[in-house]
């Protein structure tokens, strides 16, 4: 009987794992990439992206875990942050990390977040607590304490 | 003329012994005698749509009717069946055929073409029993349950009234009446809800002038009326039950959201805003939280206007509402601008007759947000 393999993709690079779950580290190496690297898995319903750490778990098995991207590095872009340019140095931006560059704090403030003119793996939404995107050169991103009424 | 909520053509036929309902933008009649195809005489119902009387006569002429094929005395079909099936669904009872008898000069009133239409099925009825007739002059059903104050023709004349009834049983709640709780009212009070409960403890000030659609009297800011009180008092020109309650949403009054069916958040008051929405899930009760920001960029406006949804089944948006007042951040301003506030009721109450299927609702958006600084919307889907 065929032991069951389990594919995924690696920007454009298809590979195979024997086993359902594996660590990050493993699917670099499986990837033939450094551990140094960063590599994120691309979520469903072009909702953004999750980074992948070497100690962390993916089950190659859950429907829509098979595409993975590598991040790139000294990368650096434009953004339109609330309709001011931004200059940022990270492929992606986490909600926290927005409101960090808006509101100059590091508390967790809820706030509403759009995006657009994104990727092709995120062209636009709303980024919700938690999340991360992938940017990219005048990427237009707003961010507001929706409150008042 | 003024129309009242009671319709004469109704209380015409019902003083005459008719058992005669007003429901849903309908006049119904019950026990109309008829001939079925074996000849019997039958029971039926008829239902006409209340219309407005335009160049002297209605503009509808049908009629619908719940009952098998009418006949003449010799069991022949009357031939005016337009559609067999129409299969119209008014206040739980199905009308299956739809007629059309329309004479040369039309109908002035309902109440001349019900009669018409009364008069051509009991008249083969009596040739077999005598005794056939419409007027039973027992326990009179006239019953007028709508909403409004007058009737909603805009729905009759679009022939929408029954996706309407699906908002009509409908307890709704609207706390917080600044400039998206009044725009809010604005459109809610022109939809079939059972009633509208306002709560706010503020008072109608000069400023609210500008984010309050139609236009103030410079008279009222006299007065300093509550809000509630001001806004009951001009919405209740269109809608008969609207509750009142100038307060402020806390824990000794909380409670009264129980019994809502659906609650509008408008507040500006995060820590509020942070207890009503946790104590609305935890209840399981269906609400839209609203709220805006607008701040100045290059010496224009820019902002977001956001509308979040939250149900027994889809609680996920909870944890998204900004509960925050941002007191201490620069970005923290209180500009409004009445269109943004129309606009954020807009959605609101979009999303909820989507909620009840009154517009179709294929995607279910959790979080809507309009940003100005690009004209778009976008959402955060479950």
């Known amino acids: 009987m065929k032991k069951e393999v389990f594919k995924f993709k690696v920007d454009s690079n298809i590979f195979e794992s024997e086993k359902s779950v594996i660590s990050g580290a493993e699917m670099k190496s499986i990837a033939g990439l450094s551990p140094d690297i960063t590599i994120y898995q691309i979520l469903d319903k072009k909702a953004g992206i999750k980074i992948i750490q070497n100690d962390s778990s993916v089950d190659l098995s859950v429907s829509g875990v098979e595409k993975f991207g590598v991040i790139i590095q000294n990368f650096s872009c434009t953004l339109k942050l609330n309709s001011s340019d931004i200059q940022w140095n990270k492929q992606y931006i986490s909600y926290d990390e927005v409101v960090s560059l808006v509101y100059g704090t590091n508390e967790v403030l809820k706030v509403s977040i759009t995006y657009s003119h994104g990727p092709e793996t995120n062209p636009n939404g709303n980024l919700l607590i938690g999340e991360i995107i992938l940017v990219k050169d005048f990427i237009r991103i707003t961010a507001d304490g929706t409150v008042k009424s | ?382």
Not at chain 2, 200 to 216: K, L, T
Not at chain 2, 228 to 254: F, G, L, M
Not at chain 2, 261 to 269: A, E, L
Request: charged share 20%; net charge negative.
């Open chain 2, 1 to 382: 003329m003024v129309q009242s909520n009671h319709n004469n053509d109704a209380l015409r036929l019902s003083a005459e012994g008719r058992e005669v309902k007003v429901v849903n933008g309908y006049i119904i009649i019950q026990h109309v005698p008829y001939v079925n195809t074996s000849k019997e005489v039958c029971y039926g119902k008829f239902a006409v749509q209340i219309q407005q009387v335009q160049n002297g006569m209605i503009p509808d002429h049908t009629a619908l009717f719940s009952g098998s094929q009418p006949c003449d005395h010799r069991g022949v079909p009357i031939d005016m069946t337009i559609e067999p099936n129409a299969n119209v669904s008014i206040d739980l009872e199905v009308f299956n055929l739809k007629f059309s008898r329309k004479p040369q000069t039309g109908y002035k009133s309902n109440y001349d073409q019900l009669i018409m239409y009364l008069k051509i099925l009991s008249e083969q009825a009596e040739r077999i029993d005598p005794l056939a007739t419409s007027i039973t002059n027992k326990s009179i059903e006239y019953i007028d349950d709508d909403a409004f104050v007058y009737y909603d023709f805009n729905a009759c004349k679009a022939n929408i009234t029954t996706i309407s009834d699906k908002l009509r049983n409908q307890k709704i709640g609207i706390i917080g009446l600044g400039g998206t709780g009044s725009y809010l009212l604005d459109f809610i009070s022109k939809t079939p809800v059972k009633e509208i409960h306002l709560v706010d403890g503020d008072r109608f000030y000069q400023n609210n002038a500008f984010r309050a659609p139609g236009a103030a009297s410079y008279d009222e800011f006299a007065s300093q009326n509550f809000k509630v009180d001001r806004y009951a008092q001009i919405y209740s020109q269109i809608h008969k039950n609207i509750y009142t309650y100038p307060i402020y949403i806390d824990e000794n009054t909380i409670a009264m959201l129980d019994t809502l069916d659906f609650v509008f958040i408008s507040i500006d008051n995060g820590i509020a805003r942070k207890k009503i929405t946790q104590y609305l899930s935890d209840k399981g009760l269906s609400f839209i939280d609203t709220g805006m920001n607008v701040d100045v960029v290059r010496n224009s406006l820019r902002g977001a206007i956001r509308t979040s949804y939250v149900t027994r089944e889809q609680p996920n948006e909870l944890q998204n509402i900004p509960t925050d007042d941002f007191t201490d951040n620069v970005y923290n301003s209180n500009i409004q601008i009445a269109e943004l506030n129309a606009l954020n009721a807009v959605l609101a109450v979009i999303r909820w007759k989507r909620h009840y299927q009154f517009y179709v609702n294929n995607d279910i958006e959790l979080q809507i947000v309009y940003n100005i600084d690009y004209d778009q919307i976008t959402n955060a889907n479950a």
